[in-house]
């Protein structure tokens, strides 16, 4: 019998690998989707919403050098680890398509409770962070064309999770994202565009700026830890495994091929926005760059 992390290269290899490898019921969407469907997703996951902040949440505490190697770091020994895992997806002869999944047939029952819980408040964070920012850029664009009244934070935050509820409720599983795939990517690449564009011009116009890490030696020590905890919160996913569940055979193979295209032209935008605003504003960056 084939061993489970053995990846097929022919078709007849490619059948054989199907009926070796066991794929538990679910009534998510299993391997119907290509290397580079999964490929966006990661993409988009980085390159969200909270690359605007990189450059005052990391590069102001660490500076040009711990920044850049801090990032380039954190960029490898992310993308190791996402290739661990996405190796250990079939681990056993069994598809594991569930992040809890896998640590139950790694580390037993106990683990599966402990991983089912540890991601779902991650996740719950994460969306929690979406949804104000989401809510803050809502009432940014309401003051902009209404200037006597101002509609409070709360409010655009309720408004923001009811559009985020209703697009989960008709999102069933991660394959139906295809359009909305395209449309997140489109509206990605244009407010990181126009933010690296804006941030440009603001460095050219601007006099000399102060890179210095400012601030007493133990309060740089608890803002070197936060920026550190950025760095690993940059690249993370929350749910490869699931992801994984969506890319058809070889899974390993392909999701290996999605991770490639991550971590190397799905950085960039996420690169050029964190060093251009740092460079374009120094330690007078904002936490959140372009937005305040």
């Known amino acids: 019998m084939r061993e489970a992390n053995m990846i097929p290269e022919t078709t007849n290899e490619a059948e054989d690998y199907k009926l070796n490898v066991e794929v538990p019921e679910t009534a998510h969407a299993v391997s119907t989707d290509s290397w580079l469907q999964a ?123 009811f559009a985020c509820a209703l697009f989960a409720i008709s999102t069933l599983h991660l394959s139906a994202l295809r359009v909305w795939l395209g449309c997140s990517t489109v509206l990605g690449l244009i407010y990181i565009i126009v933010a690296c564009v804006l941030a440009a011009k603001d460095g050219i116009n601007a006099p000399p700026r102060d890179y210095s890490i400012h601030g007493k030696s133990s309060s740089r020590i608890f803002t070197t830890i936060g920026a550190s905890a950025n760095l690993v919160f940059a690249f993370n996913t929350g749910m490869l495994p699931e992801i994984q569940a969506t890319v058809r055979e070889p899974a390993v193979k392909n999701m290996l091929k999605a991770l490639y295209f991550q971590f190397t032209v799905g950085v960039v935008p996420m690169f050029a926005i964190t060093f251009i605003g740092y460079w374009a504003y120094g330690a007078a960056t904002p936490n959140i760059c372009l937005i305040v």
Request: proline share 2%; aromatic share 12%; charged share 10%.
């Open 39 to 161: 490929g966006f997703v990661l993409t988009t996951g980085v390159n969200s919403v909270f690359v605007l902040g990189y450059s005052g949440t990391i590069m102001v505490p660490l500076g040009w050098i711990g920044g850049v190697v801090g990032l380039l770091l954190a960029t490898v020994l992310s993308l190791n680890a996402n290739m661990i895992l996405a190796k250990l997806h079939e681990h056993g002869g069994k598809r594991h398509i569930r992040y809890r999944d896998l640590a139950a047939q790694i580390y037993g029952r106990r683990a599966y409770t402990i991983t089912w819980g540890m991601q779902y408040v991650n996740l719950f964070m994460i969306n929690i962070g979406f949804l104000i920012l989401g809510g803050s850029a809502l009432k940014a664009c309401f003051a902009v064309f209404n200037y006597e009244h101002t509609m409070k934070l709360p409010y655009c935050i309720a408004i923001t999770g």
